[in-house]
């Protein structure tokens, strides 16, 4: 760590104070895209035609029905998830709604293999590798299920820690995962990972793994890690009923008019589809037929999402060159250069990342507030921060980025 | 009632045979629209263009946020539930999967003025006017709460047995209504009604009123009757939380494609955004920019509505036409002629709906099962058929009333 003279000191206030000048108003709260991402969707806001209302099966879309979502839109998830289309429902817009609701059903009537609703049990646990996703965290304090942290490493999920807890305590129902691209810290999950969450013994016989695949095609550069398929790792360890998958096309094609996906083994998909077909009498399959119109096979579907990393790319490379500029051989910060997704995560030292969330604001640039990335937002370390590169423009990020590097000094040298 | 001579009989089971031999397969179970009705909306599948994606404040539809929707779509929707638009939250397709999880949130946690959530009462009861809607019984079964089957009159639900009901039972939590053209017997809720459901001491102190405006703007006349407005009245009445309203596109733009609105009290909409905002980072607001640029003011969205009574009207009066010439004057049979709505609600001799469903369709014309228009699927003295002439083209429709009719006449014979 470097010792910072009083003459440092006066330099950094000095270089902050001429920041607050320009009375900035730069924003990296959100995983938000761009609008030049949202651009790339403009195929979407083209009409289908007033002709152009039927599914291949003959479908009329602009009618009720179908539950499960067109077969071609179940085909379209099936190869992101890497599982077969009779494994998929399709949903409207938002993936978020559809966990939401399997946790809301879950705990009102339990799921295959509850002994009883998860809201009659003394307590529901869920494990949280973090830092992660807030809105995960919210909804299950939301609906009545403790949110508890996990160390989140550089493959996945401290699978002892995950094992331990899971094997002792009936209480631990679930574990929410961002198996590609995690949500802040950008890992994808190794094989050991995704074996062990498939294999590890529980003491529920009603565990499941909420597998948020959002970033599944997420992709900065053209080589990416693998991903073992969880479903068929469940299935071969004996445990088919355990994991149940997420997606969505929010980050592919429009953030706020998406579809959504879950995906799971048959046993799951029934109970599914029981609240679903109390719940509506079918999706939005013209929004289905739009998006298949759209990205019509996965070769569309990768050029496409190239055309997001082209974009992305240069944003997120702009942040880790001011970080390192600014930060590089401090020794007072460590960040993440992830492969894909949309967020990175940056450690500051212990007990200053409030502090430097509150510098960087009082300077024009607003962060997700610190702690976020930890249930019940408590950080219990103070340090880290999450970075969403995706939205403003570049001039702006480098901008905003530059900000909070020196809010990281001023708040180090102040210690 | 009329005798049956053995003559008769011979001759409607020849007549009978005869339809058989046709070999039809003609559908009056579900509330459809028809392709016609559909085709109505083709503006909807229009594109909006690249460039037209902004509210009228600005907001990119495209991206994230507004769990409340745009300000245009709740001022279309206040308008047609006669609320104002802060009293609007719009959802996606389905106002059905609003009402759900209203019940659902209900059950988790509660609602205004709940001294426990729903879920850990001893027992939760939901009045439901009968002959009603399936999918609200359906609803509450699945949710836990149990539907306590009403007697519905022509002007409303039995208000003298609800308001003994509700002022009596703790357990009783909620009622659920379709004030205007009631599915399936077509009445609107007279001014005594709405004023007394507004008024009512309820022995539970969370008591709602779950109006589900379905069929709001649903005329198939030009003349219609006035219906009080919920809110309003219940405000008055000092029971602002007591009344949620629902409505939806459903059956004015495409059926599968629509959007939806919950309207009540600043606290309950204060409630219901707490799981919104934990389910949804925002609603589909492309799919509400499209339906308020297809349907831009009032006089549009009452014009579409004409287009949609002319093609339903003459559907409508031929059920009745061939109901009068079939069984009019047997004293077998009595029927609604509904001003609006989607149904037609027909009664037959005590004991025989079942029969006559069977009959009908052993000759090819499929109903919606006797009892579906009863809490658990049973009607208690058999006699209810709801008749949905929407969706079949005219010819056809005419074909199935006919043997519905010849069903009627037969099995009343064959008692």
């Keep these: 760590?470097?010792?910072?003279?009083?003459?440092?000191?006066?330099?950094?206030?000095?270089?902050?104070?001429?920041?607050?000048?320009?009375?900035?108003?730069?924003?990296?709260?959100?995983?938000?895209?761009?609008?030049?991402?949202?651009?790339?969707?403009?195929?979407?806001?083209?009409?289908?035609?007033?002709?152009?209302?039927?599914?291949?099966?003959?479908?009329?879309?602009?009618?009720?029905?179908l539950v499960d979502g067109l077969p071609e839109a179940k085909r379209f998830f099936a190869d992101v998830l890497e599982v077969a289309p009779a494994e998929v429902i399709v949903g409207d817009n938002a993936s978020l709604s559809l966990m939401y609701d399997v946790l809301s059903e879950a705990m009102h009537r339990g799921v295959p293999g509850s002994v009883r609703p998860w809201g009659r049990e003394p307590a529901v646990r869920v494990l949280c590798p973090s830092p992660g996703y807030d809105r995960h965290f919210a909804l299950c304090e939301h609906l009545g299920a403790e949110p508890v942290p996990v160390a989140l490493d550089a493959a996945g999920p401290d699978l002892e820690e995950v094992s331990r807890l899971a094997a002792d305590d009936p209480s631990i129902k679930a574990i929410f995962c961002v198996p590609r691209y995690s949500n802040p810290t950008g890992i994808t999950y190794g094989a050991d990972a995704?074996?062990?969450?498939?294999?590890?013994?529980?003491?529920?016989?009603?565990?499941?793994?909420?597998?948020?695949?959002?970033?599944?095609?997420?992709?900065?550069?053209?080589?990416?890690?693998?991903?073992?398929?969880?479903?068929?790792?469940?299935?071969?360890?004996?445990?088919?009923?355990?994991?149940?998958?997420?997606?969505?096309?929010?980050?592919?094609?429009?953030?706020?008019?998406?579809?959504?996906?879950?995906?799971?083994?048959?046993?799951?998909l029934a109970w599914f589809r029981q609240s679903r077909g109390r719940r509506t009498i079918g999706p939005d399959k013209i929004a289905q037929l739009r998006h298949l119109r759209f990205l019509p096979d996965r070769a569309a579907l990768d050029a496409h999402m190239r055309r997001h990393a082209a974009i992305l790319r240069p944003?997120?490379?702009?942040?880790?060159?001011?970080?390192?500029?600014?930060?590089?051989g401090t020794g007072l910060a460590s960040w993440s250069a992830p492969r894909g997704g949309y967020f990175i995560s940056l450690d500051v030292p212990e007990g200053c990342a409030a502090r430097v969330v509150a510098r960087a604001k009082a300077a024009g640039v607003k962060l997700t507030a610190?702690?976020?990335?930890?249930?019940?937002?408590?950080?219990?370390?103070?340090?880290?921060?999450?970075?969403?590169?995706?939205?403003?423009?570049?001039?702006?990020?480098?901008?905003a980025t530059e900000i909070l590097a020196l809010s990281v000094l001023l708040v180090a040298a102040e210690r």
Tied chains: 1, 2.
């Design 315 to 328: 944003k997120f490379e702009a942040v880790g060159e001011i970080l390192e500029r600014e930060l590089g």
């Design 194 to 268: 995704v074996r062990q969450l498939a294999r590890m013994k529980t003491a529920a016989p009603d565990f499941r793994v909420i597998w948020d695949n959002a970033y599944a095609v997420h992709h900065l550069y053209s080589d990416h890690e693998p991903l073992l398929p969880i479903l068929a790792e469940c299935r071969a360890a004996g445990h088919p009923d355990r994991p149940l998958l997420f997606t969505s096309t929010s980050k592919i094609t429009l953030a706020g008019a998406g579809i959504s996906a879950i995906a799971g083994s048959d046993g799951n």
């Design 1 to 65: 760590m470097t010792t910072t003279t009083p003459l440092a000191i006066d330099a950094l206030r000095g270089r902050y104070a001429a920041a607050q000048r320009l009375q900035l108003d730069l924003d990296m709260t959100r995983g938000k895209p761009c609008p030049e991402q949202l651009d790339l969707a403009a195929g979407l806001l083209d009409g289908l035609g007033r002709d152009d209302y039927r599914a291949a099966d003959g479908t009329d879309c602009r009618n009720y029905g």
């Design 370 to 399: 610190a702690g976020a990335t930890f249930p019940h937002g408590r950080d219990p370390r103070d340090r880290n921060i999450r970075i969403a590169p995706s939205f403003p423009p570049l001039a702006e990020l480098r901008q």
